[in-house]
């Protein structure tokens, strides 16, 4: 990706990981934020203003309707990361980051190991 930046986007964004995650990326060089998701409309509308984010959704499959990003960082409780990991997956993301376990169920998290594969 010579000159190109990573296309990036935060699912949690509003929370306090999230935000973390978002400023990282926001100072990375290398990173453009293609968007935040989450439902705290308010807190993400100013984590987004902060950072000159100019998309964003209350829900993934918004993101996702719209852009597939390079690069998607969930950061949100551990029920909904399995339908948030498979989402991107399935969406043909390249790279997503898992703050936490991928799911409470072995056979979700084998799931998510096929879909990635």
């Not at 000159?3 to 290398?30: L, M």
């Amino acid at each position: 990706m010579a000159n190109e930046k990573y296309r990036v986007a935060v699912v949690g964004a509003a929370g306090t990981w999230g935000r973390f995650y978002t400023r990282a990326y926001a100072d990375n060089p290398d990173c453009e934020i293609a968007g935040l998701v989450d439902r705290a409309r308010e807190r993400r509308d100013q984590i987004a203003e902060r950072y000159g984010v100019e998309r964003v959704y209350d829900e993934l499959k918004d993101l996702l309707t719209v852009a597939v990003p390079d690069i998607v960082s969930i950061v949100v409780p551990v029920s909904q990361n399995y339908p948030c990991v498979t989402a991107c997956a399935e969406a043909g993301v390249r790279v997503v980051s898992c703050e936490k376990p991928i799911s409470h169920e072995l056979h979700e998290a084998d799931e998510v190991i096929r879909i990635c594969r």
